[in-house]
């Protein structure tokens, strides 16, 4: 019999929009692999039990990014209702949306990550900031480069806003150069891609899901050396963190910085523009394959009375 797969998608983050994108490719994929599935936007917590109690679906298929959906929230759920689930745990899921907390863990483990500080939007507003210009202002916890400013001169440090004082963000060194990004799958990073906006000098949520705004150059065009250190920091913190299923790292290149850590994203975008199944597709792993080897690495924290 085949499995029963929940794939969950929507939410409540940021990235709603791009969730139910990655949800219905996934499904589609998913069925045509011969898997039975459901596709459930998740509006409220109460309906997805009843909707899990009455599939009873065999694996739920984590297609949803962000808040509730990428920090481990929705997987301190499921463990407690005991339904396996893809991609990462509560913990790597909680550190990895955790912008600040994650380049703790690189910097403990080697990974070079950009001079940084943390603190609230109202704190930044009233006593600025030590990081010198050019610097880059983000939310500590979001994706998609929502929110994300960068600052080059008292114009553009005007232009930083938040509409919550109380927001945690994160100010850091703008890192010059090339935009990369690795994908690690059941724990072998294959390739680095190199982002090239063709309009923005950086890369925006616009420019991220609008096709043939950004130019993917798959290998990246760097040095042999640039794209090791690359997988070697992606592998490394995705076995750090024990993430599980899929993992992509984000970073920035240039000759005198070298490869600077970004963030690493657990529910990466499986969308058809996605990079992961990109970089899948030019190691031999079609989407749909991808897409059921996440299915068949799914896993929940096992219930121990100890
Ligand atoms: N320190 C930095 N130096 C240069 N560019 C940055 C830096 N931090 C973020 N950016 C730019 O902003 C984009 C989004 O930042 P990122 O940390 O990847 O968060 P997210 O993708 O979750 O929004 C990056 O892809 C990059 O283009
Ligand atoms: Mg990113």
Known sequence: MSKKVLVLKGGFSAER?????????????????????????LQNGFELVRVLEKEKPDVVFNALHGNFGEDGEIQGFLDILQVPYTHSGVEASLIGMDKFLAKEICRQ????????????YADYLQKGTTILMPYVVKPVSDGSSV????????????????????????????????????????????????????????????????DGMTL????????????????????????????????????????????????INTNPGLTSLSLVPEQAKYVG?????????????????PIKHD
Do not use: W
């Open 17 to 41: 929009e791009v969730s139910l994108v990655t949800g219905e490719s996934v499904a589609k994929a998913l069925r045509h692999k011969g898997y039975d599935v459901i596709e459930h936007d």
């Open 109 to 120: 483990n080697g990974i070079k990550v950009a001079e940084g500080e943390k603190k609230t």
């Open 147 to 210: 929110g994300v400013f960068i600052v080059k001169n008292k114009e553009d440090a005007d232009k930083v806003f938040y509409d919550n004082p109380s927001r945690e963000i994160l100010i850091e060194k703008f890192i010059d150069g090339k935009e990369l990004t690795c994908m690690v799958l059941e724990g072998e990073a294959y390739v680095v891609t190199e982002l090239r906006p063709q309009k923005e000098a950086f890369y925006n949520y616009e420019s991220k899901y609008t």
């Open 216 to 263: 993917h150059v798959l290998p990246a065009e760097i040095p042999d050396e640039a794209a090791e250190m690359c997988k070697k920091y992606a592998k490394k913190l995705h076995q750090v963190l024990g993430c599980n299923g899929v993992s992509r790292c984000d970073f920035r290149y240039n000759e005198k910085d070298g490869v600077v850590f970004l963030e």
């Open 285 to 301: 792993i079609s989407y749909e394959d991808l897409c059921a080897k996440l299915v068949e690495t799914a896993v929940c924290r």
